[in-house]
């Protein structure tokens, strides 16, 4: 269980997540990426639409 930088919300992670996993809070839709999981660390995910620059 962690925080969900977004709402502040819970938000549990599966037993079989993974880092660079995208998970989505279950109280504010926003999408989540792992950023580690042991501790569990999540960031927003960046809402880019595939833009991945030049
Ligand atoms: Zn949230």
Do not use: H, N
Not at 2 to 19: F, N, R, Y
Not at 34 to 51: G, M, S, T, Y
Request: charged letters at 25%.
């Amino acid at each position: 269980m962690t925080v969900c930088p977004e709402c502040q919300g819970q938000v549990s992670l599966p037993d079989t997540a993974m880092a660079a996993e995208i998970v989505v809070c279950e109280d504010c839709s926003s999408e989540l990426e792992v950023v580690a999981v042991d501790p569990p660390v999540l960031a927003l995910a960046p809402e880019v639409e595939e833009d991945w620059g030049e």
